[in-house]
């Protein structure tokens, strides 16, 4: 079935509507994820987790609004099982749930918090007064300046040698006396991991958001350095998931206020409705045709004269008559060729051509004998011969202007 160019033009908007619908309604989740302890990805943070359990260490993840942390304003409660989206399914569960170290209110002693940049969006900026009361931020992945540093460098620590893979640098300005940063891990270029500190404010960046992730599972010296730097405070060490997408049901419920539209806005289901919507939209447009009664189509006009053509070739080429053809267009040719020459479009043997040939245009008549004469055989030409012939034509053609 062919389509004509207007259904084309259509199909083409509507393939270009989705495409824009998908890029700006298509779930970020994978994104989110990067970072998250949960995450068994190169960039995801899966085995450093283990690690410090594995050495008996309690990590809690958070997996509400930040500023809920920052203001709590109930008592802290034991852990609860929590939605979590990359994490094994338990037996006997409809849904995918993780109980260990998740707790769905704030503490209330100072803690250690880490946060991992997810890339999606910039990390925010705890409260001063938090920060005052003797809790502790730590944050991968902050804002640093790209410096001439090489990409990937090896940087040795306390711990061992850290594997960095950035060229961003925190670049200490002279003329900040009054809030410059202490380098925990740098070079010539610049720090890499540096901490704030004001009292008992404290606050440790990091320029790159990978420090310590799965794809460094062969580098025993990053774990350990952002082991050394959650733990030597000696605080609860808390991890932000919310911002890697890990919620707990509850706040699932608010978020999505009990509804199905509520529901259905913050899942890829409505953007299925949406493409939906669309291609029923063309569907309906496609079969009505226009906005508007059906024209018909004026009937094309005949040429008499090139049917005629058309019809006779076709009889000649079932025929295989080609000889009949060559000889008809040569003696046309010939005739042009003396008015050409200004010989009159009387017919004259083909030697006094070639004579007034050569004498005019100075080129020898071996050409024009080709185009003019004809292949004289009783039988048809082959398709070479008749390349051979119609090169020639196109020769004289040339060499008398046309």
């Known amino acids: ?14 393939l270009v509507t989705l495409v824009v619908i998908s890029l700006f309604a298509a779930p970020r989740g994978n ?21 410090m359990e594995s050495r008996g260490v309690t990590i809690h993840r958070w997996q509400k609004p930040l500023r809920s942390l920052y203001e709590p304003n109930e008592p802290q409660t034991p852990a609860i099982e929590t939605f979590s989206p990359d994490v094994e399914q338990p037996i006997g569960l409809n849904v995918t749930a993780v109980s260990a170290s998740t ?5 209330i002693s100072p803690i250690m918090l880490l946060q991992v940049s997810n890339g999606a969006a910039p990390l925010s900026a705890a409260p001063s007064d938090w920060l005052e009361k003797g809790n502790v931020l730590v944050q991968l992945g902050a804002k640093a300046l790209s410096t001439q540093a090489p990409f990937e460098s090896t940087i040795a620590s306390p711990v061992g040698n850290v594997r960095i893979q950035t060229s961003r640098r925190d670049v200490a300005k002279p003329d900040d006396k009054q809030d410059k940063p202490e380098p925990l891990l740098s070079d010539t270029f610049g720090a890499i991991v540096w901490q704030h500190q004001n009292g008992k404010a404290r606050v440790i960046r990091a320029a790159t958001p990978h420090l310590a992730a799965n794809a460094y599972q062969d580098e025993p010296g990053n774990f350990e350095f952002l082991a ?3 733990t030597e405070p000696g605080l609860p060490i808390w991890v932000d998931e919310y911002s ?21 806005a913050k899942t890829p289901l409505l953007l299925v409705a949406i493409q939906a919507a669309v291609i029923l939209l063309v569907l309906i447009w496609g079969q009505n045709q226009r906005l508007g009664p059906a024209i018909a189509l004026p009937a094309p006009s005949v040429d008499n004269s090139e049917a005629y053509i058309q019809a006779l070739a076709a009889v000649l080429r079932k025929a295989e008559s080609s000889q009949f ?7 046309a040719e010939q005739l042009d060729v003396q008015k050409a020459l200004g010989l009159g479009a009387e017919p004259l043997p083909l030697t006094t051509l070639f004579d007034a040939w050569t004498a005019q245009t100075k080129q020898s008549p071996t050409m024009l004998e080709a185009a003019l004469n004809p292949i004289k055989r009783p039988r048809r030409a082959s398709e070479a011969e008749l390349l051979r012939w119609l090169d020639a034509l196109q020769t004289v053609r040339r060499q008398l202007g046309k």
């Open 103 to 107: 707790a769905t209110s704030a503490p």
């Open 228 to 230: 050394k730097l959650v």
């Open 325 to 331: 053809v060559v000889n008809t267009v040569c003696k």
């Open 1 to 14: 079935m062919s389509l004509s160019k207007r259904q084309i033009w259509i199909l083409a908007i509507a």
């Open 244 to 264: 890697h997408g890990y919620k707990d049901a509850e706040i699932i419920q608010q978020e999505t206020s009990g509804t199905l539209i509520g529901y259905l």
């Open 31 to 51: 994104q989110l994820r990067s970072g998250s302890t949960y995450g068994r990805s190169p960039d995801g943070y899966g085995a450093w987790y283990a690690f």
